[in-house]
């Protein structure tokens, strides 16, 4: 990541450390769960990458100079909302690592474990299902607790809704690809991508920056396209990291998408190496092998996978030029971030900064 | 329910059915599911009894005459965010009926079954997490587009998510009551009902009401105590018709209470009953039969429960004076109420439907 969220992350961490060890003190009804949530939370919160915390504070830096601590909390909030998201997500997706550590759901399945109760796997999930909607709860009251202008206040809470149940759709078309019989065509994938992750991840916090920095909304809807651009990229990365990466480096379980049959690029073009197989009249070259053909027709299929099916799996994508082909995508989306970079009001530096972010996105390895 | 609830639920309806037609025509990103959830939403959010958008217009109606449409679109929000706890609400307990239909993971199960993929149990929670979620943004969308005072605004966002954090916090209690083995109090589970039911469906609409109504906070100190006690008889009530009722006319599914160990005033009794048949000392009368403290041990260590069962444990409700017990607390909770009406600032005819309210609350039966 580039250096500019590394040196920010500190000064939203101070803010969320406040913000929870706040309310810890401060709930009306605390519960069996209550402080121990606001704990849990705290921890699982600061060990995220705090991008979409950064980018509230980089959105607002393009315009201002001083940062004021509004703008920490702004980004403390856009964090906890992330981590709600997460929290569900990991239910969905049946992932039982995230940041390096047991995932809500796990987390709260073993303290069942451990007072030997029934049903561990449900009462995790219903706790952690729990956990996630409070955590949206509790961002937006410290949204309303922000010291800004009332009328600021009402233009993120429209924003932050809006684009969040656009967020909402979106995982659920994820959870539905999995299964549904359906084909989908690389527009499919990349649209889905721009809704779930790039508007929300690189779009959303931008803007709020901006919004906050005084900007009126004609920013937010450049910020919106490069956010897009750039967010494409950053997912098409997370998946290549998802496919390549073991759990010890990217804190995720390993191989999770293929296993959840999760509609990637990766998928995408494996899937049309295997059509083209039994299409002798198909133009893609190079042709899979007999052996390889029935091995991506058991994987796609979607069965359980084992380490060797995931490290066959990785050989071919290499093999086979799948990664020069994403890479080509992913050198059309760069193109046009770099031209709406070049087209916004700020200086030079402020663009240089934006531009580093855009290849420190596409070099990332982690 | 109140003649009050019954005269404005077709405006609140109106305001839901304009709000998920404009959003269904006009979904950033529709996906599969986005148009189909806009639908099952509305048809969901309209079978409710709408006590709390209701409340919220009564908490106007106190101080004004002529009730803006504001206040209506201001009530469908608040009916939105319980719809969305009730699809959260029934993953957790495991309910497939609610408003007598199928609950929305049991109806995302079907539709998984229909496509005959695999683990339909997942998938149906998994898009019922989703619109769950959904639910929350869209109410706050609503909130943002609320042609009101900016100010007035950030107010009632603040009021919201702080008591929603605090019915997240009661209902991770609730789940955990299940099977946590300390034994609880009548104040335990009377201080769960005032945050897990109380304050969110009686005291936060009428606060709600009354801020758009142009009052100060002080008034919503007023109507918290007051809502307080209502809302604890309300919970009361509803443990009373899911013990009692069947399914045709709670359209809950029936016994539910009791097959997921929730610790209901009735489970209190009961297993106060149980403890004193085993301790001679102990001064409660009259005392129960071996064969029924067998079979109450049975039934609150929490087994699967027959419909037998559930008679059998109506008639020793019935028989041993248990109704009477819980009516008697549900006097003392009356008595609280009325003295909070009579210290109103509202004339004696506003004063006269909240006492309506109040007794239609104690007599109802379903």
């Known amino acids: 990541m580039h250096s500019f969220f590394h040196e920010h992350r500190v000064l939203i961490e101070t803010e969320l450390k406040g913000f929870f060890a706040g309310k810890k003190n401060n709930l009306p009804y605390a519960g069996i769960w209550g402080p121990d949530l606001m704990d849990r939370f705290y921890s699982f919160a600061i060990q995220g990458k705090m991008i979409r915390g950064g980018l509230v504070i980089l959105g607002y830096s393009l315009f201002r100079d001083h940062v004021p601590e509004t703008v920490f909390k702004t980004a403390a909030a856009i964090e906890i909302i992330h981590s709600s998201l997460l929290i ?16 809500f759901h796990v987390q709260y399945r073993d303290e069942w474990m451990k007072r030997q109760a029934p ?6 999930k219903s706790l952690a299902i729990c956990a996630g909607d409070i955590g949206f709860f509790l961002a ?23 684009e969040l149940t656009t967020v909402g759709l979106a995982q659920m078309q994820d959870v539905s690809h999995i299964f549904f019989p359906n084909r989908v065509t690389q527009r499919d994938i990349l649209e889905l991508y721009r809704y779930k992750t ?5 779009s959303l916090p931008l803007a709020t920056g901006a919004l906050l920095a005084g900007q009126i909304e004609d920013v937010t809807g450049s910020f919106s396209r490069l956010g ?10 997370d998946d290549e990291i998802e496919f390549f990466g073991d759990s010890d480096s990217t804190g995720k379980s390993a191989g999770s998408d293929i296993r959840e049959g999760k509609k990637t690029l990766f998928h995408l073009h ?33 069965v359980k996978i084992t380490a060797a099916d995931l490290s066959k799996l990785r050989q071919l994508v290499k ?19 770099e031209k709406e970079i070049s087209k ?9 900064i934006l531009t580093d972010i855009l290849e420190s996105s596409i070099s990332r390895t982690y």
Not at 288 to 300: K, T
């Open 88 to 103: 569900h997500d990991d239910i969905m997706d049946r992932d039982d690592l995230r940041r390096g550590k047991e995932t």
């Open 119 to 124: 049903d561990p796997d449900h009462f995790g």
């Open 140 to 162: 937006f009251d410290l949204l309303s607790e922000l010291n800004i202008d009332h009328i600021l206040r009402a233009k993120i809470l429209a924003l932050w809704s809006h």
């Open 198 to 202: 790039a508007r929300y991840t690189f």
């Open 228 to 237: 897009e651009q750039v967010g494409i990229i950053f997912q098409i990365k």
């Open 270 to 302: 494996l899937q049309k190496m295997l059509d083209a197989s039994s299409s002798p009249s198909a133009e893609i070259q190079p042709s899979i092998s007999d052996d390889e053909r029935r091995f991506l027709e058991r994987i796609l299929g979607r």
């Open 319 to 337: 093999r086979y030029g799948i990664r020069e082909k994403i890479q080509h995508t992913i050198n059309k989306l760069q193109q046009n971030a």
């Open 344 to 352: 916004l009001p700020v200086g030079e530096a402020k663009k240089r």
